[in-house]
Antibody
Framework: QVTLKESGPVLVKPTETLTLTCTVS??????????VSWIRQPPGKALEWLAH???????SYSMSLKSRLTISKDTSKSQVVLTMTNMDPVDTATYFC??????????????WGQGTMVTVSS | DFQMTQSPSSLSASVGDRVTITCRAS??????LAWYQQKPGKVPKVLIY???ALQSGVPSRFSGSGSGTDFTLTISSLQPEDVATYYC?????????FGGGTKVEIK
């Protein structure tokens, strides 16, 4: 059974750097044709795609946040990590990671983590 | 800058009504379009992928159509449990943009 679980701080201060970890199980980040995205949702607002890492390690970022985001993966730990610099109260949101099979087998983002709420406040 | 434009942003319909939500991509995405349902406080769930393929376990009253830049999600007979926000998303190439969402309520 494939699962994803987000972890990270509940509260960060303005200007700090946020580091979130998505721990996956049920498949291997090193040899599965699976990509992982980070997506966020401010309270009462829409989903916003942030960043994606493909199985072959290519990375893509939201244009509006590109300068602040870094996505990476540690296959030995089965983790995908997102860092976001210079946090601001408008970044307060639930942050999700989600997986997508690549190629013809894709079912879009069919498996999501439960999300982790991050509040930015001094 | 790539965009997914979804409409309407909200709708209210009666139980049994046919409901249609549209999504327009700012460039051709062939059929790499998914529809998600998100109920309050819950994780999004994929309903439709490849524009018209029904995800396993999703009721057949949900259907998707379209290709290229224009796509539609239809609920053939709205049920109380369909109260949710629905999102479209391209998933072929970055940016993997979501539409702005459509909140569906019961009249």
């Amino acid at each position: 059974q494939v699962t994803l679980k987000e972890s990270g701080p509940v509260l960060v201060k303005p200007t700090e750097t946020l580091t979130l970890t998505c721990t996956v199980s049920g498949f291997s980040l090193s040899n599965a044709r699976v990509g992982v995205s980070w997506i966020r949702q401010p309270p009462g607002k829409a989903l916003e795609w942030l960043a994606h890492i493909f199985s072959f390690d290519t990375k893509s970022y939201s244009m509006s946040l590109k300068s602040r985001l870094t996505i990476s993966k540690d296959t030995s730990k089965s983790q995908v990590v997102l860092t976001m610099t210079n946090m601001d109260p408008v970044d307060t949101a639930t942050y999700f990671c989600a997986q997508i099979k690549e190629g013809a087998a894709s079912l879009a983002f069919d498996i999501w983590g439960q999300g982790t709420m991050v509040t930015v406040s001094s | 800058d790539f965009q997914m434009t979804q409409s309407p942003s909200s709708l209210s319909a009666s139980v049994g009504d046919r409901v249609t939500i549209t999504c327009r991509a700012s460039q051709d995405i062939t059929n790499s379009l998914a529809w998600y349902q998100q109920k309050p406080g819950k994780v999004p769930k994929v309903l439709i992928y490849a524009a018209s393929a029904l995800q396993s376990g999703v009721p057949s009253r949900f259907s998707g159509s379209g290709s290229g830049t224009d796509f539609t999600l239809t609920i053939s007979s709205l049920q109380p449990e369909d109260v949710a926000t629905y999102y479209c998303q391209r998933y072929d190439n970055a940016p993997l943009t979501f539409g702005g969402g459509t909140k569906v309520e019961i009249k």
